[in-house]
């Protein structure tokens, strides 16, 4: 059973776009929900976080859509440039520092 | 400050074979945990530890083995390698006011 699942598997964007990427999540007790970026040959890093208080946070050119009623959540990549292809990677957990559970990642692309 | 390392950064191993993975953080995290990532299958939890002398398993538990017998360490055993194991291994640290710390990981290719 998968508790987080996330789309598009892959994306291409054009240099100076926005990009979209969705997550839906099945457990109501999740009140956790970050974002991490991974380079090649990297481990995953933490880019924005959101808890369920906010509809949306906003850091630089990334942001995260929260929708609490549809169990969905989103990151929008405005301005898109080539240094941002990566896979991206959407996670939710709840309190009490439980282990983050893990979308299957959507590899991001930008072309020039 | 060198945050998680994880060693070995690359091995081949035989069906059969046993090896370790160490993971080592220096940010006196209490939370340390081993993930595995393939294509298309994202980053799934093997087991996790919430502190020194504790382990639990994750979502994929089955043919590994962990310790954490010190806090900064967190080791990962196959005790007979499989080739569903060739995989990349993901440690990773936290505590209750940071998130989560990925290492570099580990490319473990088993034939």
């Known amino acids: 059973q998968q508790q987080v699942k996330q789309s598009p598997q892959s994306l291409i964007v054009q240099k100076g776009g926005i990009s979209i990427i969705n997550c839906a999540y099945e457990?109501?007790?999740?009140?956790?929900f970050p974002w991490y970026q991974q380079f090649p040959g990297k481990g995953p890093a933490l880019l924005i976080a959101?808890?369920?208080?906010?509809s949306e946070k906003k850091e630089g050119r990334f942001t995260i859509s929260f929708n609490k009623s549809a169990k969905q959540f989103s990151l929008h990549i405005m301005d898109s440039q080539p240094g941002d292809s990566a896979t991206y990677f959407c996670?939710?957990?709840?309190?009490?520092?439980?282990?983050?559970?893990f979308g299957k990642g959507t590899r991001l692309s930008v072309i020039a | 400050n060198a945050g998680v390392t994880q060693t070995p950064k690359f091995r081949v191993l035989k069906t059969g074979q046993s090896m370790t993975l160490l993971c080592a953080q220096d940010?006196?995290?209490?939370?340390m945990y081993w993930y595995r990532q393939d294509p298309g299958m994202g980053l799934r939890l093997i087991h996790y530890?919430?502190?020194?002398?504790?382990?639990a398993k994750g979502e994929v538990p089955d043919g590994y083995n962990v310790s954490r017998l010190k806090k900064q360490n967190f080791l990962l055993g196959l005790e007979s390698a499989a080739p569903s194991q060739t995989s990349v291994y993901f440690c990773?640290?936290?505590?209750?006011?940071?998130?989560?710390?990925f290492g570099n990981g580990t490319r473990l290719t088993v034939t």
């Open positions: 990773a640290s936290s505590d209750s006011n940071s998130p989560l710390h």
């Open positions: 457990n109501t007790a999740f009140d956790y």
């Open positions: 959101i808890r369920p208080d906010v």
């Open positions: 996670a939710a957990s709840y309190s009490g520092n439980t282990p983050l559970v």
């Open positions: 940010m006196n995290h209490e939370y």
């Open positions: 530890s919430v502190g020194e002398g504790t382990t």
